[in-house]
């Protein structure tokens, strides 16, 4: 069985070096929104979980700015504690802008070829063994296709990810021809598990030359670290480019490296058990609960938005806090 490492990034907000770095930075064309920043303070619950529900974890690297949690266990055996200065070129630093940092996790000293990246805001909710993550030595994902991802504008999300959606296909068709790839694994693209919604537009797109899109989800991410090397082996302009101080609509975002296992069927297909929550306001307090007490989830994903306003933000951090303090009330050899 190959080693299986996670990787999750994390940022103090309230940290006096980062306030005085975003202070002389935040003139920086690029989004700025509140959600992108701002701590729930749940964060010893990601540990907590992972050493419950993934007790074979191989290593968990912690990337920061340089500052790390108050309450971490540095001499944990299983831990690595890394800062964006230890991997990413200094000229791009500091950056705002997580894509910049996670484009650049292949350079992580150390790190397996096989890895899974979690947000701080995805946790593990139920017990999971290696083979959720990687089968037969292949990242296990879902490929299910659609034609629907279409660009939408607003004043608060602006683009959100879609136009860097768009850049990461117009990458990957660059290098791949889709008929070609279908060809050459028919299962990959045309099994039971992309379910009949799944299987009619592979129908629909049956010898189209070009890949127009996939489902996205936002949920820990099973990666292997050579793709990263090939990607930026055959794109290193644009994928400097895109590592801007704050995050711009037309970049790279590590969505490509996915897409690109998917181009070159460098994946295991396999449907997720996860659940997200966007939050917006004190009403997701029941989704989020119902997500929790779900046994058949995997894994769920507590997405702060610019669209939650300070005073729900506060009362909606007690209430998580509350409900995973009783999940997770016991605390991991992670912290102190």
Known sequence: MEKIDFVVTWLDSSDPEWQKQYELYKN???DKGKGRFRDMNIFQYWFRAVEKYAPWVNKVYLVTNGTFPKWINRDNPKLVLVKHEDYMPKEILPTFNSCSIELHFHRIKGLSEHFVYFND???????????YFFKDGLPCDFNKETCLNVPIYTHTERFSIYMSMLADLGIVNAHFNRWETVCKSPKRWFGLHLGLKGLIMSSILIKQRLFVGFSNFHTEQAFLK?????VWEKEPDFLYSSCTRFREDVIANPY???????????????????ATVHITGRHNMSDIEKCLNNTDIASICLNDTSLCTEEDFIFVVNQIKQMLEKKLPAKSSFEI
């Open 28 to 30: 920086a064309k690029g």
């Open 121 to 131: 805001d995805i946790f593990l909710n139920n017990p999971t063994l290696p083979d």
């Open 226 to 230: 050579s793709t990263f090397d090939e």
């Open 256 to 274: 490509l490296f996915r897409y690109w296992q998917f181009a070159s069927n460098m994946f295991f297909p396999k449907k997720r058990k996860f």
